[in-house]
């Protein structure tokens, strides 16, 4: 009996440190109302509610304290007002895991604005899903994005395209030309609703070697397959986010991830955000995209 209430003890204590963060079911199951209630969720995933909402309001906390922090850089704060966005835009984000964070770095991004911004009034809407890969994405955009009508879309896909999981080694998840395909699908969309340009972040290196530690991954991820990844996304028309995917380090520094070598950390998290506001404040234009055809 000792044994069964320790296992559940570090079971608990391993979804309030990690998993949480990770695990926002209203997103994953949206129509379903018994999401709606935290209470519920909590129950779901083993938790009291109490526990849930402290741990939530945790990672709520180390967002915050990021932002401040990054609202010290004088260069970055003076540099605020060069964004493209306009008073009352909403701005929309789709992706995986490493943006569905609550500590990640589009909360950071949402409390720097709204924190040095104010009188914008931005609207943000975190719409990005654990272990999406792009064809996740596309079979919710109707839903998701084009019923919201964002003034600004952000796009941060390819981790989990890329992904070989455990059992097909032999190749990425999503085949290149189908990634290919699905960004174009949803840029081509996306152009209904908003005169703006798709802001693109590309995926970070992984640290397969602590990735590989990790029972609980589908799969592995490896810098030469995200490598071709990125080629694709910045061939594409509007704002490109770290192209070559250097951000968190080449190779990435453990510093920047937490210990499973795939999540980012808050620092890791923070040089996102660094790079997007440096490339919607340089005096760049958003590029105009390669002419690629499946064929080629």
């Given amino acids: ?55 939530r309001q945790s990672f709520e906390k180390v967002a915050r304290t990021a932002a401040e922090e990054l609202l010290k850089d004088e260069e970055i704060a003076l540099s605020l007002e060069k964004l493209p966005f306009k008073k009352g835009d909403m701005i929309m984000v789709v992706g995986d895991s490493l943006t569905d964070d609550l500590q990640g770095w589009f909360e950071i991004l949402r409390h720097v604005l709204q924190t040095a911004l104010p009188d ?11 272990n999406d890969t792009t064809h996740n994405m596309l079979k919710r955009f109707n839903r998701d994005v084009l019923a919201e009508k964002p003034d600004w879309l952000i796009i941060a896909a390819g981790t989990f395209d890329a992904q070989r999981l455990h059992v097909a080694t032999d190749r990425p998840h999503t085949s290149l030309a189908d990634f290919w395909e699905n960004l174009n699908s949803m840029d081509n969309a ?11 972040i590309t995926p970070p290196p992984a640290i397969t070697e602590l990735m590989e530690k990790v029972p609980f991954f589908d799969g592995i991820v490896y810098e030469e ?38 999540h980012p950390s808050p620092a890791g998290h923070v040089q996102t955000v660094r790079y997007f506001l440096k490339a919607l404040t340089s005096p760049a234009e958003p590029k105009k995209g390669a002419t690629l055809s499946r064929d080629e």
């Fill in 1 to 55: 009996m000792a044994d069964k209430k320790k296992s559940t003890d570090l079971e608990k204590e391993a979804i309030r440190n990690y998993f949480v963060q990770f695990l926002n079911l209203e997103k994953q199951f949206p129509l379903l109302p018994g999401t709606r209630d935290e209470a519920n969720v909590a129950a779901f995933i083993g938790l009291e509610k109490e526990e849930l909402t402290g741990a």
């Fill in 120 to 130: 914008y009034k931005l609207k943000f809407r975190n719409l990005a899903v654990s």
């Fill in 190 to 200: 996306v152009k209904t609703v908003t005169k703006n340009p798709v802001i693109w």
């Fill in 225 to 262: 397959d995200l490598s071709a990844y990125r080629d694709v996304i910045s061939g594409k028309a509007g704002y490109i986010i770290d192209p070559v995917g250097e951000r968190m380090g080449r190779p990435g520094n453990a510093w920047n991830y937490l210990p499973d070598g795939l």
